[in-house]
């Protein structure tokens, strides 16, 4: 559980700190600006190409380094990040600004998805399953306010 949990971190954190170090370059919005018939966009300008691509390969290159296959990192920062898609795509479809807060959307889709499709692979548990989304939303919640003080996150949610 522990390994999976960290790759989800990763998956999450990549994209931030990919942000960081190429700025406004290969920020192509995965939704390319499409709006729905609702009037609001599809995903939002925050969900970048660069931070699909840039999660996803930093959880398969950590994966050896955890002991794991670069395929079990590769399927785990993809579903992460499915997962943060998703949430995106609700939270839009439900009137949230793009970078909202919304406790739970923020956090367990991105954590669910992989833990349930991969839970035989991780081999866990149920009870692991749902400690990990209750980890990674507590990681979340403590970690944010402090990654906003470095500069690191825009919002301190």
């Known amino acids: 559980m522990l390994e999976m949990l960290v790759l989800v971190i990763v998956a999450n954190s990549a994209p931030v700190l990919a942000r960081h170090v190429f700025g406004a370059r290969f920020a192509a919005p995965i939704d390319g ?3 729905l018939g609702d009037g609001r966009p599809v995903l939002g300008r925050s969900k970048t190409w ?7 390969l930093a959880t398969a ?20 990040l499915a997962g943060d898609l998703l949430a995106s795509f609700v939270k839009r479809r439900c009137g949230y600004a793009a970078s909202a807060r919304a406790p739970v959307l923020d956090t367990q889709p991105e954590v669910l998805l ?6 035989s692979a991780y081999e866990m548990s149920w009870l692991e399953v749902a400690a990990a989304a209750l980890g990674f939303h507590l990681i979340v919640r403590f970690s944010s306010p402090l990654l906003y003080r470095l500069r690191l996150r825009r919002r301190p949610w």
Do not use: D, I, K
């Open 33 to 35: 600006g499409r709006v």
């Open 50 to 56: 660069r931070g699909l691509v840039t999660g996803v």
């Open 61 to 80: 290159a950590l994966a050896p380094l955890l002991g794991l296959p670069p395929g079990l990192g590769l399927a785990t920062g993809t579903l992460a």
């Open 114 to 119: 992989p833990a349930v499709v991969l839970r």
